[in-house]
T-cell receptor, first 116, second 115 residues
Framework: AQSVTQLDSQVPVFEEAPVELRCNYS??????LFWYVQYPNQGLQLLLK??????LVKGINGFEAEFNKSQTSFHLRKPSVHISDTAEYFC??????????????FGRGTSLIVHP | DTEVTQTPKHLVMGMTNKKSLKCEQH?????MYWYKQKAKKPPELMFV???????INESVPSRFSPECPNSSLLNLHLHALQPEDSALYLC??????????????FGNGTRLTVT
């Protein structure tokens, strides 16, 4: 079964600084990769997804992520963060070729804290 | 604003109570999901309905009983819950249930407290 690791439980950053949230997954021939954001007291919102094609994926709110097959990573980046980006970010991965194990697995989450 | 609406937003219930959580979407989606999320944890899949039929039950205890009366509505009936069932319950939907793809639209959840 797929596993996903979000190495940082918390990432503090100042407003207008760049940020990278890390996500690594267990190796597989094929993967689908996703990033979600959860603002306080809300549900999850899909930021972006990688299913196939270009390894650089652009999402909403100025976020982008790069699929790196050799490093089994899918890190999320934003060149300049805002206070409103303060939220919990979840990486999710699934292996569509794994037969019954096609339920996407979520990482434990990374709390992005943007300071003024 | 979310396009998946969940009611109530908050619910406090005793261990002998029977209550229901409701979820509604009008996007024409044919797949609907229930997730459970404990504090500071990722969401855990409970059930998936596809075309109003239960497709996945992730070994959820029978004190949780899902129901899909029609393509727009999803209920979660609760009975004889335990305090450890206290969590945020999230409903979600997608155009279709496709292996490997998580839902695209989530509601804001019902915060459940079992006393």
């Amino acid at each position: 079964a797929q596993s996903v690791t979000q190495l940082d439980s918390q990432v503090p950053v100042f407003e207008e600084a760049p940020v990278e949230l890390r996500c690594n997954y267990s190796s597989s021939v094929s993967v689908y990769l996703f990033w979600y954001v959860q603002y306080p007291n809300q549900g999850l919102q899909l930021l972006l997804k990688y299913l196939s094609g270009s390894t650089l994926v652009k999402g909403i709110n100025g976020f982008e992520a790069e699929f790196n097959k050799s490093q089994t990573s899918f890190h999320l980046r934003k060149p300049s963060v805002h206070i409103s980006d303060t939220a919990e970010y979840f990486c999710a991965v699934s292996d569509p070729a794994s037969g019954g194990s096609y339920i996407p697995t979520f990482g434990r989450g990374t709390s992005l804290i943007v300071h003024p | 604003d979310t396009e998946v609406t969940q009611t109530p937003k908050h619910l406090v219930m005793g261990m002998t109570n029977k209550k229901s959580l409701k979820c509604e979407q009008h996007m024409g989606h044919r797949a609907m999901y229930w997730y459970k999320q404990k504090a500071k944890k990722p969401p855990e899949l409970m059930f998936v309905y596809s075309y109003e039929k239960l497709s996945i039950n992730e070994s959820v205890p029978s004190r949780f009983s899902p129901e899909c009366p029609n393509s727009s509505l999803l209920n979660l009936h609760l009975h004889a819950l335990q305090p450890e069932d206290s969590a945020l319950y999230l409903c979600a939907s997608s155009q279709d249930w496709l292996p490997g793809l998580p839902p695209l639209h989530f509601g804001n959840g019902t915060r459940l407290t079992v006393t």
